[in-house]
C-alpha cells in the first residue's frame, strides 16, 4: 500500500462549487504540504502543516484553505473554485529536520 | 528570494546516450540541493540529493555534484535507459528552511 494517498485522483468540477481533496499518510510524519503543478510553472507550495494544531500559508494560497483534521490526513479545499485553479494537485509529507519529503501521486483538477 | 533554474525541455535521447540536465540556483547561505523524478501518471519521488559544497549525490546511475563556485548542481547519466523516460525537477531548500523551492521540471523522452 502506498504511504501517502490522494483522493480523488481525478476531479471535473464547475465554476463557483466548493471542492474537497484529500491527503492520509500511514508514515507516521509530522509535517503535510499541498502544491499545485502547472505545465512549464513546476511546484508551487499552497498550504502546510507542521503539527495537528499547525496551519502555515504557502506560496499561493489565495483561494485555497486546508484543514489538518489528525496527524495522518491533510485536506485541500476549494472554496469556489475557478478554471485557473485547474491544476495537478500534490499532497507531501516530512518528518521534523528531515530533508526527504515524500509525494502522493497526485490529483488531477479540472474547473469548468 | 530563493529560485532554481534548470534547462528548458523537453529532452530527446537514444538509448545508451549521455544525459546532461543543467541546474543552477540563487540562494542565501548553503542550501541542501535535491533532484525528484516524477514518472508518467505518480507523484515526485527524490532521485538523489546533497547538503553540502562538493558533496555527490547518486541513484541509479544518476550524479549530480553540489557546486558553490558556480551554484550550480546539474544531473548526469552515462547510459539512458528508455525506463528513465520522466520529468526531472531540481529543487532547493533553503538553510534553516522547510520549505522546497522547484525548477521548472525537463521532460526526458528516451527512445530505443
Known amino acids: 500500500d502506498a504511504d501517502v494517498t490522494q483522493t480523488p485522483r481525478n476531479r471535473i468540477t464547475k465554476t463557483g462549487k466548493r471542492i474537497m481533496l484529500e491527503c492520509s499518510q500511514t508514515?507516521?510524519?509530522?509535517?503535510m504540504y499541498w502544491y499545485r503543478q502547472d505545465p512549464g510553472l513546476g511546484l508551487r507550495l499552497i498550504y502546510y502543516s507542521f503539527d495537528v494544531k499547525d496551519i502555515n500559508k504557502g506560496e499561493i494560497s489565495d483561494g485555497y484553505s486546508v484543514s489538518r483534521q489528525a496527524q495522518a490526513k491533510f485536506s485541500l479545499s476549494l472554496e469556489s473554485a475557478i478554471p485557473n485553479q485547474t491544476a495537478l494537485y500534490f499532497c507531501?509529507?516530512?518528518?521534523?529536520?528531515?530533508?526527504?519529503?515524500?509525494f502522493g501521486p497526485g490529483t488531477r483538477l479540472l474547473v469548468l | 528570494g530563493d529560485s532554481v533554474t534548470q534547462m528548458e525541455g523537453p529532452v530527446t535521447l537514444s538509448e545508451e546516450a549521455f544525459l546532461t540536465i543543467n541546474c543552477t540556483y540563487t540562494a542565501t547561505g548553503y542550501p541542501s540541493l535535491f533532484w525528484y523524478v516524477q514518472y508518467p501518471g505518480e507523484g515526485l519521488q527524490l532521485l538523489l540529493k546533497?547538503?553540502?559544497?562538493?558533496d555527490k549525490g547518486s541513484n541509479k546511475g544518476f550524479e549530480a555534484t553540489y557546486r558553490k563556485e558556480t551554484t550550480s548542481f546539474h544531473l548526469e547519466k552515462g547510459s539512458v535507459q528508455v525506463s528513465d523516460s520522466a520529468v526531472y525537477f531540481c529543487a532547493l531548500r533553503g538553510a534553516g528552511s522547510y520549505q522546497l523551492t522547484f525548477g521548472k521540471g525537463t521532460k526526458l523522452s528516451v527512445i530505443p
Open positions: 508514515k507516521g510524519h509530522d509535517r
Open positions: 507531501a509529507t516530512s518528518t521534523a529536520g528531515a530533508e526527504t519529503q515524500y
Open positions: 546533497a547538503t553540502k559544497a562538493d
